[in-house]
């Protein structure tokens, strides 16, 4: 895949906004721990292993920012990833990390 050049600068803005809200470890586990499916919080908070208000902040600022989508269905909420081109950045990220010295 070819490198793309000469993007203009809201592209690159969105994609810096892109990669600072996939910046946070939980954020990521979040991600994996959703698929292709969507899950309510309390079984994101137990395949995270995270307490329910540090993962409910997570969600609403993924949610906030067009990474995840949520649905309420009575009281519960269910969650899942907005697009599928976020595991696509997830994959290269994971990727990068395994092979640099970062």
Avoid: W
């Avoid at 959703?34 to 307490?51: D, S, T």
């Avoid at 009575?74 to 969650?79: D, E, I, K, P, Q």
């Amino acid at each position: 895949m070819a490198a793309q050049t000469n993007l203009d600068i809201e592209t690159l803005k969105k994609a810096a906004r892109l990669l600072k809200t996939l910046a946070h470890p939980v954020r990521l586990d979040i991600v994996q721990s959703l698929g292709h499916r969507e899950h309510a919080v309390r079984e994101i908070q137990a395949a995270v292993g995270k307490p329910q208000p540090i993962v409910s902040q997570q969600l609403r600022v993924m949610r906030d920012r067009g990474v995840l989508r949520a649905r309420r269905e009575g009281t519960t909420v269910y969650y899942s990833v907005a697009h599928p081109f976020v595991f696509y950045v997830l994959n290269c990220m994971v990727r990068c990390a395994q092979e640099t010295k970062l």
